[in-house]
């Protein structure tokens, strides 16, 4: 088979077309091989671009005046703005009547004025004031005049809690409110006793309301294995109530109160943990097994 050159050699034909071979040289084939292989494109690439990168780290840290230039302009810069009168805060103002409260809250957030309100975060700042016992909810925001407005609503002490030797003020929701040190520092909220009646203080207050008009006489009220209530009547008298619905059991005692006047007597306990009879146990000068008497209370009481 003659090629396409000895054909127009064959005819005499005289061309002045010079063709050329189409196929690759053998340098070009053996490069594209090379280039194909990952790990040679690699180490080709890193001899290029690693020289350049070690250059550019030599001359930046050579260069390390330039950087710390740069850092002061950005601190001078950032102190100017900072600054600025509009974003100074010159005061704080703590609305709470309590002057006790008023100088832990200043503690806890411990902001020394003037200072940038750009430098503050004020939802920080609320987190920290209500996470002080005493504390309902606090409100934090800057006036127009450049003062810190922190504004408080205290919880309410509802009862004394005595635990062992120490005394707690509890709001109506069982949330501690402070430490004092003594009974007598708060005489016009009454007295509980007892470890883990935090989530009882409302039952705890409706008993003493149902329990009018008796209540001047109650001592103070017993939180008892972590179930129910006693009440502490007078010098040494104990109302013993049960765990169950003891405001209906305290209802039950005073209709039974106004015909037999037992809270008038001398008797040292009663008893009215059981639902069908209501017990009595004498002054301790008559204290035995014969002299405790049991009352019906009937079962419409």
Do not use: C
């Amino acid at each position: 088979m003659l090629s396409l050159s000895q054909y127009f050699r064959k005819g005499s034909v005289v061309s002045a077309i010079k063709l050329s071979n189409p196929a690759p040289s053998k340098f070009s084939f053996l490069l594209s091989r090379f280039w194909l292989r990952k790990r040679y494109k690699f180490a080709v690439i890193s001899m290029v671009f690693l020289p350049i990168f070690l250059f550019l780290f030599h001359f930046s840290f050579s260069q390390i005046k330039v950087h710390e230039t740069f850092l002061k302009s950005f601190e001078n810069l950032k102190a100017d703005v900072l600054g600025r009168p509009e974003f100074t805060i010159s005061g704080i103002l703590v609305r709470v009547d309590n002057e006790i409260l008023k100088q832990k809250i200043i503690k806890i957030i411990n902001i020394q004025v003037p200072v940038s309100s750009l430098t503050l975060n004020l939802e920080d700042t609320r987190r920290k004031i209500e996470k002080l016992a005493g504390i309902k909810n606090a409100a934090v925001s800057i006036d127009n005049y450049g003062k810190l407005i922190i504004t408080v609503s205290e919880r309410l002490p509802a009862i004394i809690n005595k635990v062992g030797s120490k005394y707690f003020l509890l709001d109506k929701d069982g949330l501690l409110v402070n430490e004092i040190m003594s009974r007598f520092e708060r005489p016009d909220l009454p007295l509980f006793i007892g470890q883990g009646m935090e989530g009882k203080v409302q039952e705890g207050l409706k008993i003493l309301i149902g329990f009018a008009p008796y209540t001047a006489r109650v001592n103070a009220l017993t939180w008892v294995g972590n179930r129910r209530w006693n009440i502490l009547f007078d010098k040494e008298r104990v109302i013993k109530l049960p765990s169950h619905d003891p405001l209906a059991s305290i209802e039950r005692l005073i209709n039974l109160d106004i015909e037999f006047r037992f809270l008038s007597s001398d008797v040292l306990q009663i008893d009215l943990r059981n639902e069908k009879f209501l017990i009595l146990q004498p002054s301790l000068g008559n204290q035995n097994s014969r002299n405790i008497q049991k009352y019906p209370v009937g079962e419409g009481a």
